[in-house]
């Protein structure tokens, strides 16, 4: 993952949040930023109140912190944390239930404060919770659900199985549905040696279509969409996850710059930190189609300034299969275009996808069987 943005200060302008002037480090610190809660900080000077006026009424300015809720907020008092699913640098990820319902609960910290002033925090906390809400409202069959969030407090304190413990001011809990079926990319990693069937193929690569032409229909650029970000229910439906580098999309182009996204998958022009538009969802989305069909993974030998020269200047793109029908294929080199001009709209790619015919197959043929078809050279991937 490689994020890099040149400038600290957050501008919204129009409703639209500019990508290139956010810092973000990571998606797990950039969550805490989407998910926090506004400090309006206002200040209160104490008076007489006209009652006898004289001595000592202090007159000195207090600041003081006004709490405001927001419909994306959580009640942590109907929060139950269970055991721990996935530990990283800003966090823990746990089992949990939420009102009844099965959840992801992120634990995500801030890391040590006095990194921002108290300015830039209010700043940042603003932008992000006005994109909280936007994230609160989606609601789309292959878009994971984001329930709410919380901004800790001292006070604070969340159930768990073994009792209570507090939160302190830098941790942000981040509750989203419990979706059993794990990351796509694990799941293609099991079945890299015998394949998919074609028709699952298509289903999967439909999923992930639909819910990202539904983003971007609502004016969202996930900006890195890659098959460990997408994730199965338990009847194997993907759903979308993991908006922590997602941007409402910029009305004017030059205001979606930075590298950002996952090596393999990041589309030309964001390679080159030039401005970009939602067409990068679209590149990266042909390279999770390749992936998907070939339950391999692409560039697995080359290093990131060999993929970033590759891609930019010499055309790489991951090697199709020669069985696979051009139907797909099609669909692939059209995602993965180097002019994002020329790639399809997502909602176009979901058509595309609609009209393949799956009932005469058309899938990978597996390591272990020989029907005319050299699609495999070295071994390649996990």
Not at 58 to 74: A, F, Q, S, T, Y
Not at 195 to 213: H, N, T, Y
Request: proline share 4%; aromatic share 6%.
């Amino acid at each position: 993952m490689r994020d890099e943005n040149n400038n600290n200060n957050n501008v919204v302008e129009d409703g639209f949040v500019r990508a290139d002037q956010i810092d973000l480090k990571t998606i797990d610190e950039q969550l805490h930023r989407h998910l926090s809660r506004v400090l309006t900080l206002e200040k209160n000077k104490k008076s007489n109140n006209g009652g006898g006026g004289g001595g000592g009424g202090g007159n000195d300015d207090e600041l003081r912190e006004i709490p405001v809720k927001h419909d994306w907020e959580i009640d942590p008092s109907n929060l139950v944390i269970k055991s721990v699913i996935a530990r990283g640098t800003f966090g823990t990820v746990h089992r949990g239930i939420y009102d009844g319902q099965d959840v992801a609960v992120k634990l995500l910290n801030w890391g040590e404060e006095g990194h921002r002033t108290q300015a830039e925090l209010a700043s940042l906390r603003a932008a992000f919770a006005q994109e909280v809400a936007v994230w609160h409202k989606l609601d789309h069959p292959n878009v994971t659900k984001f329930i709410g969030a919380t901004m800790g407090a001292t006070e604070l304190n969340i159930q768990t199985d073994n009792g209570h413990f507090g939160i302190p001011q830098n941790i942000c809990c981040v509750v989203v549905e419990y979706l059993p079926g794990g990351a796509l990319k694990n799941f293609l990693i099991k079945n890299r040696r015998r394949k998919l069937a074609f028709k699952v193929v298509i289903q999967l690569a439909l999923d992930m279509a639909r819910g990202l032409s539904y983003l971007h229909s609502k004016k969202i650029v996930h900006r890195d969409v890659k098959t460990e970000n997408m994730l199965l229910d338990k009847s194997r439906t993907v759903k979308i996850a993991d908006f922590g580098v997602a941007r409402v999309e910029a009305s004017n182009p030059n205001d979606m710059t930075g590298e950002t996204g996952t090596l393999g998958y990041m589309a030309p022009e964001v390679l080159n930190g030039n401005p970009y538009n939602r067409k990068c969802d679209v590149y990266s989305f042909g390279i999770c189609l390749w992936e998907i069909y070939c339950c391999d993974m692409p560039y697995p030998d080359l290093s990131f300034s060999e993929v970033t020269a590759a891609v930019v200047r010499q055309n790489l793109r991951p090697e199709i299969p020669r069985c696979c029908p051009s139907s797909i294929s099609n669909v692939m080199k059209r995602c993965w275009d180097a002019n994002s001009d020329k790639r399809p709209e997502m909602d176009e790619v979901v058509s595309l996808l609609e009209a393949i015919d799956t009932s005469k197959g058309g899938g990978m043929i597996p390591v272990d069987q020989s029907q005319g078809c050299f699609c495999f050279r070295k071994k390649r991937g996990p």
